[in-house]
């Protein structure tokens, strides 16, 4: 009966110890050269992030302050991550088929990638520019109608860039 060789059990202290001198030689020169830090106060200063960067969800409306949105579930139905529920129901206007009475985002689920806004036909969701969400349980991150087009910091909704006469002109 043959035996294995027995495994050296001090192999991987010589790569501890040197992870723990980069370490430390790293600490002592950030301390010794504070003015050199990348570093951001955050509270003080803000990092400016791209016009691309997708943060939070946007519902937008038209110009007399009423919701975009037709309820196609087409944001609903690409979100990979499956956090957005739409409820539907007949608009009160003839000339509209359909409006959501509940439109909402599981933030906690959200993978932010942006497949609701390209998916949707009317301009009606957007990502934007907005990334602090703060809440104290799972259920503030639950986002309504009031979270995603008037919520205070859009300061009465963000407006479409499409322009309602001229879609229902050109027939669309």
Same mark, same amino acid.
Request: proline share 0%; no cysteine.
């Given at each position: 009966m043959s035996r294995l060789p027995e495994p050296k059990v001090n192999w991987y202290l010589p790569a501890i110890f040197t992870g723990l001198g980069i370490t430390m030689k790293k600490m002592l020169w950030n301390l010794g050269n504070r003015s050199k830090m990348q570093t951001l106060n955050y509270p003080e200063e803000k990092y400016d992030y791209s016009p691309r960067f997708k943060g939070t969800h946007i519902l937008t409306v038209k110009k007399? *302050?009423?919701l975009r949105c037709t309820a196609c579930m087409l944001c609903a139905t690409n979100c990979p991550a499956d956090c957005i529920t739409i409820i539907a129901s007949e608009h009160p206007d003839p000339t509209v088929e359909k409006y959501p009475i509940s439109y909402e985002i599981d933030m906690l689920r959200c993978v932010f990638c942006g497949f609701c806004e390209e998916a949707c036909p009317v301009d009606a969701i957007r990502m934007g520019p907005e990334w602090q969400v703060a809440g104290k349980n799972g259920s503030n991150f639950i986002y *309504?109608?009031?979270d995603l087009a008037y919520r205070p910091q859009?300061? *009465?909704g963000i407006q479409t860039i499409l322009d309602d006469g001229e879609?229902?002109?050109a027939g669309i």
């Open positions: 007399d *302050g009423s *309504g109608i009031q859009l300061k *009465g879609r229902s002109k």
